[in-house]
């Protein structure tokens, strides 16, 4: 069937069309900034994944979309849009390139509004928000939590060390266990679990049906979770090396250790919705059931 659109209605199409290829031509070098970071940064790899899940999040909400109708707020929208890039020459006058980055996310945002309005946007929230996951954390903000993380992961993996009966003696961020020493790196400080956990605990959310204070503990509680899978990562490693002779087998189960947490949160974040669900479902009420006895027919003989 064949869409017929009065002529203002083509216009802003026609504008909205060329506004979306003005962009994608400007931030083309930021888009290549940030996949270059995703394929080369661990901390910032699951990065590479919110696009697609994104997409995915949208496609499985198609009906409800499809329900509302579309309101352009054009003057609003612009503005915003207007307002996103002068944030974004402010970023690049004092050269935060954080704030560049931060731009193209507003920059969705503001599209979003011009061309489908605030009844999408509302709807689209969510999804929306969980686009900033995809960004790199500010570099002052990831050099002010590094060493405090590293201290953290280096602690706890001490602790659950000595909890389990071992002979642990801490220098530094180096773990002497028996004649093994473990060194903890800053890439092994617990940020590259934090950010994944994030994008999972966010998926979650976006994909449950529960109540907002219920996605709000999920978010809040991917954080522990994350420090609790590497503290447990660090401790089997440590005790791992105890055992394993060779760089390449000690370095091999150094990095897939890291994979093997993800299903362990995935996990915990499941059973962190089932015991919210025994929590708050209310039991079902049983009404008893009346169970009534008929008296026997005597039937005359024949």
């Known amino acids: 069937e064949r869409l017929d659109l009065s002529p203002v209605q083509t216009t802003l199409v026609a504008a909205a069309l060329a506004i979306v290829a003005a962009l994608l031509w400007s931030y083309w070098p930021t888009v290549g900034g940030l996949m270059d970071i995703w394929t080369r940064s661990d901390e910032y790899s699951s990065g590479m994944l919110v696009p697609f899940l994104v997409a995915y999040v949208v496609w499985s909400r198609r009906q409800q979309l499809g329900a509302i109708r579309i309101h352009s707020a054009v003057w609003a929208g612009g503005a915003a849009l207007l307002a996103t890039q002068v944030f974004r020459m402010a ?4 050269m935060y390139q954080s704030a560049e980055r931060l731009s ?3 920059a969705i945002v503001s599209l979003v509004l011009m ?3 605030w009844r999408y946007l509302w709807k689209l929230a969510g999804v ?12 002052r903000v990831q050099q002010a939590l590094a060493i405090p993380l590293q201290r953290w992961a280096t602690g ?9 009966g071992w002979d642990v003696v801490r220098d530094g961020n180096i773990i002497h266990i028996g004649d093994t020493s473990v060194a903890v790196a800053e890439a092994c400080n617990g940020l590259r679990m934090i950010t994944a956990f994030f994008v999972i605990s966010g998926l979650v959310v976006l994909l449950t049906r529960r109540e907002w204070w219920a996605k709000a ?3 809040i509680s991917s954080l522990p979770i994350a420090l609790l899978c590497n503290t447990l990562r660090l401790a089997v490693t440590s005790v791992a090396f105890t055992m394993i002779q060779g760089e390449g087998w000690r370095q091999g189960f150094h990095d897939y250790g890291g994979y093997a947490m993800m299903p ?3 996990g915990m974040v499941v059973a962190e919705l089932w015991v919210l669900t025994r929590l708050t479902t209310l039991p079902v009420q049983i009404e008893p059931a009346i169970i ?5 027919q005597h039937v005359p003989d024949p």
Request: hydrophobic letters at 60%; aromatic letters at 14%.
């Open 91 to 94: 970023g690049l006058f004092y």
């Open 128 to 139: 929306l928000a969980f686009l900033g996951l995809m960004l790199p954390w500010p570099n």
């Open 292 to 296: 009534s006895r008929r008296q026997p």
């Open 264 to 266: 362990l949160a995935l």
């Open 115 to 117: 061309t489908l309005g």
């Open 217 to 219: 503990v999920i978010l």
């Open 156 to 164: 706890s993996a001490v602790f659950c060390l000595e909890l389990g």
């Open 104 to 106: 193209f996310v507003l």
